[in-house]
């Protein structure tokens, strides 16, 4: 499935917090938001699903305005792993997991065999089977993320978004979710910090500064040391992994310049 963001623009009490974006990311493929603190990244994921209603410009699927979309219909077919995703309730991990299935069902009805498969599958490829009969309330941070993603996977839809997903992931769990989202086939759109694993995980990377897109393209292509200096303020060396040939950025700790905004610096290469 086709997602476009047309236009779109979010202002809130009279400043924009995303500036008339538009970015394409073709069907299966893997594209990284990238950029500062407070650059609109979370804002525009917000608005893909719908959590946030954009004040200009559409989300479209495959050509059709999700606003048009009842909720239900919306929900199978993009499914969100958010900052914001906490647990008020002690349910299981199972148990929370199967709540991926709930755009799919009626009402109350038990889970098929093929929906208990899909949600073992799920735990098995996030690493929490066996974690099933515990409490999400007693995990650890990285634990409840990985059965949060379980549960978007469980969702089954065809495209995937997810903000920060590797927050509290170590080092391991990292790879392994960011592995299984560039094999998963599903159009992905996530937002990552850590630009050497957004360089190794996407197909592209769209820079966000300040709420205006001010640079798209494949990873070599954005991750230049003149875009890192005056995006994010450091100065990093870019060099190619030696096993995969991804850019990678070795960072100095010399003195950051300031960031820069597009009014006063224009566009980026």
Same mark, same amino acid.
Request: a negative charge; charged letters at 20%; glycine letters at 8%.
């Given at each position: ?10 202002? &809130? ?19 990284? %938001? ?19 209603? $954009? ?33 008020? %309730? ?71 978004? %997810? ?22 086939? %599903? ?43 005056? &995006? ?7 060099? $190619? ?20 905004? $597009? ?7």
């Amino acid at each position: 499935m086709r997602l476009q963001l047309r236009g779109l623009t979010v202002e &809130v009490a009279g400043r924009a917090l995303v500036r008339e974006l538009d970015l394409d990311v073709g069907s299966g493929e893997v594209v990284g %938001l990238v950029g500062p603190n407070g650059s609109g990244k979370s804002t525009a994921l917000r608005c893909v699903y719908r959590a946030l209603r $954009p004040t200009h410009g559409a989300v479209l699927l495959d050509g059709e305005d999700s606003a048009r979309l009842r909720l239900r219909d919306s929900a199978r077919r993009v499914a969100a792993l958010t900052q914001e995703n906490g647990a008020d %309730l002690d349910f299981t991990v199972a148990e929370t997991v199967a709540l991926g299935r709930s755009p799919h069902q009626q009402g109350n009805q038990p889970l098929t065999t093929r929906e208990r498969e899909l949600c073992a599958r799920a735990m098995h490829q996030l690493d929490v089977a066996h974690l099933a009969h515990r409490g999400v309330l007693s995990l650890s941070g990285g634990e409840r993320q990985r059965v949060l993603a379980a549960r978007a996977l469980v969702q089954e839809p065809r495209v995937l978004v %997810l903000d920060e997903p590797t927050n509290h992931l170590d080092v391991r769990h990292q790879i392994e979710l960011l592995s299984l989202l560039r094999g998963s086939g %599903l159009t992905v759109l996530v937002v990552l910090h850590d630009l050497n694993l957004a360089a190794a995980t996407c197909n592209r990377l769209a820079v966000l500064l300040e709420g205006s897109l001010v640079a798209v393209g494949d990873p070599w292509e954005v991750l230049t040391a003149e875009l890192v200096q005056r &995006v994010f303020g450091v100065a990093a060396t870019v060099v $190619p992994h030696p096993l995969t040939g991804d850019p990678q950025l070795l960072y100095s700790l010399s003195p950051a310049s300031p960031v820069p905004s $597009p009014a006063s610096e224009g566009s980026l290469p």
